[in-house]
């Protein structure tokens, strides 16, 4: 958790500083999801992303400096520097790839999940999406066909409260996303989205029961995103009272607690393991500074018409 969160917050300084460009989500404050949901999945089970991607990426165990490498558009980066940031995949890791259309990673996580069903491999995907992408017709559709065909796939939504500036309060007439699930006759869990072990339980659970050939679950865990949907972004539709009340409910902060709490780790280690993801961080900046940019001849190198 500490590692997305400082490598969130290092693009979003070099960002400010110009070192950085195009566009970036970050998310900070919702550390607890793509971790907990990724450690329920086994190194074979794929993952789709988002347009908020980079805990998604770094949870499924990709290397931070080639996600660095891509952001700072260095040919060393997963895309070779010239997809960045909305654009990471990692095959080789399960990761399916991070996607800047809202809803676009679910039928993709469908199609991966009925090639595991049809191949008899046995991998699970785990789909991840975003409050307002449960109002594209893609997550109606993604649903419907998982259940009729029981593909193993675990929808997993992070409800972070916002879709751009529009509240879920304000796009939604039902209580829980979560609720959906029945609509397409499949089990619908509702998830404290800050509590990393809460969240682990439920989707391994899911993860378990999509292996079996049960067919699919919609999870949703109910997070905050910390920072503005994306560059330039005011905050005005929000208030600072409701960021400092999630920000008391901050995942890395209340994770840490219980471990002390529980005997299963001391302060002192918890602070070693901060500094290491910090110094991991500040090394992915290093590599990344030291990699060559693209050249023009590579431009249409890797570039694909069906
Ligand atoms: C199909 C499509 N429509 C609109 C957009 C513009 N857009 C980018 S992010 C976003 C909000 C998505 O909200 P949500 O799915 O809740 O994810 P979050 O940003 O909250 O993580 C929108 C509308 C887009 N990229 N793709």
């Not at 090394?283 to 570039?303: G, H, R």
């Amino acid at each position: 958790m500490w590692l997305i969160r400082y490598f969130d917050e290092k693009v979003d300084e070099m960002f400010a500083k110009g070192l950085i460009h195009g566009t970036t989500h970050l998310c900070v404050g919702q550390e607890a999801t793509p971790v907990a949901a990724c450690t329920a999945l086994m190194k074979q089970d794929k993952i789709t992303s988002t347009h908020r991607g980079h805990g998604h990426c770094i949870a499924k165990g990709a290397d931070v400096a080639k996600m660095m490498a891509e952001l700072m558009g260095r040919t060393t980066g997963y895309c070779k520097g010239k997809g960045g940031s909305m654009h990471i995949a990692d095959l080789e890791g399960g990761n399916l790839g991070a996607n800047g259309i809202v809803g676009g990673g679910l039928p993709i996580a469908v199609g991966a999940a009925l090639t595991s069903k049809m191949l008899k491999e046995n991998y699970v995907v785990l789909c991840f999406f975003g409050d307002g992408a449960s109002n594209e017709g893609s997550f109606h559709e993604a649903l419907n066909m998982a259940a009729i065909w029981d593909l193993p796939v675990v929808f997993f939504c992070e409800n972070n409260q916002y879709g751009m500036s529009g509240s879920v309060k304000d796009m939604f007439r039902i209580e829980n996303i979560a609720d959906r699930s029945q609509a397409y006759g499949m089990p619908g869990h509702v998830v404290d989205g800050n509590d990393l072990q809460e969240v682990y339980d439920v989707v391994q659970a899911a993860v378990e029961r999509a292996r079996r050939g049960e067919g699919p679950s919609l999870i949703e865990a109910k997070t905050y995103r910390w920072k503005g949907h994306s560059k330039s972004d005011g905050r005005k539709y929000r208030t600072r009272e409701e960021e400092a009340e999630w920000k008391a409910k901050d995942p890395i902060a209340r994770f840490g607690q219980r471990l002390i709490d529980e005997g299963l780790a001391t302060q002192h280690r918890l602070d070693e393991l901060r500094k290491k993801a910090l110094e991991e961080v500040e090394q992915a900046v290093v590599f990344a500074e030291k990699s060559p940019f693209p050249t023009i001849e590579m431009l249409e190198e890797d570039v694909y018409a069906l």
